[in-house]
């Protein structure tokens, strides 16, 4: 009997997966569709980039400041055991403008701007705002959900720009000024190594990051249920699910854009 | 024979093992306020959802001007559906926007006007609910319950509605507040020249906003009848209900 039950249990959980892929994939797609459909809604997209874009710049910026940072001390500590200090720069920029710049960016925008959308949309789903801008002539998944997952795709690249910048910065800073490089020589190894491939797919990575972010806030504040524990379930599942899913899919992207 | 402005039959609609509605049947006629009372979770707002598009029915009709919505195409169904102006429980105002910007909201979706007019549209609207210029800038997060309601009944009369839905217009509101919102409900309703449905267990609510008032019991429309015959009738559903007696055949889950 208990196998049963097991056997029961299990096949109620994949089944609730593949109703979950199922309605999330529609969602990403009505939202897609709604981007490119009219009317459209400029001053919540203007919102939406200012609370994602704007807002996040300085726990970006402090983010990819520190990382470059730790990176180059880090990397002078392991590296000097065998002579290979002069590799810190390229170390620090390769590692900022391929993994780490679009990566801790997602993370800290998920947390930040994702858990707000979730929050705000999940309130607004609990309350009848959602229900009253269908009233009100208004398709929902228009207003709220498209601008977003435009605002999050165009201001996570810009947003890695500058963690790139500050990323090589924080290095930079820690070569020339604890570790004893010079300016000149450090600014040469960094650029000498670096190609426009790495800064690429660094804002290719950044872009797929910020759709997802958008896409998982919007998905679970849309369909919270149960007031305030609701929301606080959505806000949860909306921050988790897009960090998992932005590590995954690192892995993922890194071997599409490098592995030849 | 009438053709009423709403027409519903056969509605029915599940939530999982849960029969919500089962089988309404229910016709609102032109230029007149229907209330639907009921107990609580009986469904009255999934059927207000249900014509407004909001739920999906699992059968049924439900003709607004003798066109069937459930089966019409999508702009169609849109088209008739905009005629309809909705209060909301709780106001279900938009924390975002201020007070000017909501009661417009529709208007500006519509692109039937600028934001420059809209504004001065707003508050002559909001002096129809009896709030004054100064509310317009405001916040809806700085306004009290009677005045959130007020702004809620002007953004759904904005668009100057045919069709207008009160969802429990008076839920949390002092008695006298409550009265002040039945009155501002009948005052814009005749004004407008609008069909109204309401849904409500505050049984002098009821009475003071609308002509018609149908029982739901059990997924079904079990009485109808005048409005004010609801504490008079000797239908023992509705007449337990509306003197929330204790005993009778509405059996409380609390007492199974």
């Not at chain 1, 569709?33 to 200012?50: D, E, K, M, N, T």
């Not at chain 1, 858990?115 to 929902?140: F, H, N």
């Not at chain 2, 507040?177 to 501002?184: C, H, R």
């Amino acid at each position: 009997m208990k196998a049963l039950d097991a056997v029961a249990w299990l096949g109620a959980s994949v089944l609730a997966l593949v109703e979950y892929i199922g309605e999330l994939g529609i969602f990403a797609v009505s939202g897609v569709s709604h981007v490119f459909r009219p009317p459209w809604y400029p001053r919540q997209l203007g919102r939406a980039f200012l609370e994602i874009g704007y807002f996040s710049l300085p726990v970006v910026a402090l983010t990819a400041l520190f990382t470059g940072m730790v990176l180059a001390l880090q990397s002078y500590t392991g590296f000097s055991r065998f002579g290979a200090e002069s590799a810190i720069a390229s170390v620090v920029v390769l590692s900022v403008t391929r993994e780490l710049g679009p990566v801790l960016a997602g993370l800290m925008v998920s947390g930040r701007a994702g858990a707000a959308i979730a929050a705000e949309l999940g309130t607004m789903r609990v309350t009848d705002q959602i229900d009253a801008l269908s009233t009100l002539s208004t398709e929902p998944m228009k207003y709220l959900v498209a601008p977003r997952l435009l605002a999050a795709t165009i201001a996570l690249p810009l947003l890695v720009v500058l963690a790139d910048i500050l990323g090589v910065m924080g290095g930079y800073l820690v070569g020339v000024y604890k570790l004893g490089f010079s300016s000149g020589g450090y600014l040469n190894s960094t650029f000498t190594n670096l190609q426009t491939q790495d800064v690429v797919s660094g804002l290719i990575k950044a872009a797929v990051f910020g759709f997802i972010i958008a896409l998982m806030g919007c998905f679970n504040g849309y369909r919270s249920r149960g007031g305030a524990q609701g929301v606080g379930a959505a806000t949860t599942a909306a921050v988790v699910s897009a960090s998992i899913l932005i590590l995954a899919l690192d892995y993922v992207l890194t071997q599409v854009l490098f592995v030849k | 024979m009438s053709n009423p402005k709403i027409r519903i039959r056969g509605l029915k609609k599940h939530f999982g093992p849960k029969k919500v509605l089962d089988g309404i049947d229910l016709d609102v006629e032109v230029g007149t306020g229907m209330v639907v009372i009921g107990g609580s979770g009986t469904g009255k707002s999934v059927l207000l959802k249900s014509i407004l598009g909001l739920v999906t029915p699992d059968a049924g009709s439900i003709e607004i001007d003798g066109v069937d919505v459930l089966k019409a195409p999508a702009r169609e169904a849109r088209a008739l559906r905009q005629q309809i102006g909705m209060l909301f429980q709780n106001g279900a105002l938009f924390d975002s926007l201020p007070v000017w910007e909501n009661v417009t909201f529709g208007l500006l979706a519509q692109k039937k006007l600028s934001r420059a007019k809209a504004r001065d549209m707003a508050v002559e609207i909001l002096a129809q609910v009896g709030l004054g210029a100064d509310v317009a800038g405001l916040s809806p997060a700085d306004l009290s319950g009677g005045m959130q309601k007020r702004v809620g009944l002007a953004r759904a009369i904005a668009a100057r509605p045919a069709i207008m839905f009160f969802d429990e217009p008076t839920t949390g509101l002092d008695p006298i507040m409550g009265a002040v919102i039945d009155e501002l409900i009948v005052d814009c309703v005749k004004r407008l020249g609008s069909t109204s449905v309401a849904i409500t267990h505050d049984m002098a609510s009821a009475q003071r906003i609308a002509d018609k008032a149908a029982m739901l019991f059990e997924g079904k429309i079990t009485w109808t009848g005048p409005a004010g015959e609801l504490l008079t009738t000797s239908d023992p559903v509705v007449d337990q209900f509306t003197h929330g007696r204790a005993h009778g055949p509405i059996q409380m889950a609390l007492r199974k």
